[in-house]
């Protein structure tokens, strides 16, 4: 049963992902195109694309127990391992997290560390 829960949660978040729309109000006039670039082109593991700029979120984090850990929105949440990217580089030099909120709930889609190569 918990594996039918898992795959279900994999549908919806594959279904959100590719419908969200980043909306850009010109708050990103200023980036840099080889920055816009990258954000665009960031996939995560399961090969569900991260979005767009303006839904990633440049973010501290920590390591506990090998995983980790960023704050949202004032709530340090473990990130799950299926979310952590560590392919694509990171040209901001900050980590970057990228999450929605479904039915109440804050889901992490992707995670970039900072020192990501």
């Known amino acids: ?4 829960m898992q795959i ?3 549908a ?8 969200a729309h980043a909306i850009d109000r010109g708050q990103f006039n200023d980036v840099p195109d080889d920055i816009r ?3 665009k082109s960031v996939i995560s593991p399961n090969g ?12 501290e984090y920590d390591v506990r127990n090998g995983a980790y850990w960023v704050p949202i929105e004032g ?13 694509r580089g990171n ?3 900050e980590a970057v997290v990228w999450y929605v909120h479904h039915r109440g709930v804050v889901i992490i889609s992707c995670f970039v560390p ?3 190569v």
């Open 1 to 4: 049963m918990r594996g039918l």
């Open 8 to 10: 279900a949660l994999l």
């Open 12 to 19: 919806a978040l594959t279904v959100m992902a590719t419908t």
């Open 37 to 39: 670039a990258w954000f």
């Open 48 to 59: 569900v694309p991260c979005c767009d700029i303006s839904d990633g979120h440049r973010t």
């Open 75 to 87: 709530v340090w949440m473990e990130v799950p391992t299926r979310a952590v990217i560590r392919d």
């Open 91 to 93: 040209p901001v030099g």
């Open 114 to 116: 900072a020192d990501a």
